[in-house]
């Protein structure tokens, strides 16, 4: 059974930082692109955030967390980082890793990833 593991999530002030770990059990890491989505409160639609490509590494960011956010994957441990530094309260989300998808340079989509995991909770608040 595919499964996405997430963990790091949690309450920091402005300014601070946050490491999201995204681990895969029953399929590798280099199964096509791994993303991390943000659910932010009021909003409808999920939020693209960073994309990895399992070939090449190359990357993609949201315009809104370039220079902030860092995605990073170690295939020996099948897991996917998400480095946060910066944070602002419009960060505040729950944060959703998704597998199997597709990391196009233009962009990516929820539509487009086939495993999802139970998201965790990133809450930016002084």
């Known amino acids: 059974q595919l499964q996405l593991v997430e963990s790091g999530g949690g309450l920091v002030q402005p300014g601070g930082s946050l490491t999201l770990s995204c681990t895969a059990n029953?399929?590798?890491?280099?199964?096509?692109?791994i993303a991390w989505f943000r659910q932010v409160p009021g909003k409808e639609r999920r939020e693209g955030v960073a994309?990895?490509?399992?070939?090449?590494?190359?990357?993609n960011y949201a315009d809104s967390v370039k220079g902030r956010f860092t995605i990073a994957k170690d295939s020996a441990k099948n897991t996917v980082y998400l480095q946060m530094n910066d944070l602002r309260p419009e960060d505040t989300g729950v944060y959703y890793c998704?597998?199997?998808?597709?990391?196009?340079?233009?962009?990516?989509?929820?539509?487009?990833?086939?495993?999802w995991g139970q998201g965790t909770q990133v809450t930016i608040s002084s």
């Open positions: 998704a597998a199997q998808g597709f990391c196009g340079t233009s962009g990516f989509i929820p539509i487009d990833f086939g495993s």
């Open positions: 029953g399929f590798t890491a280099d199964d096509g692109g």
């Open positions: 994309c990895i490509r399992a070939t090449w590494s190359m990357v």
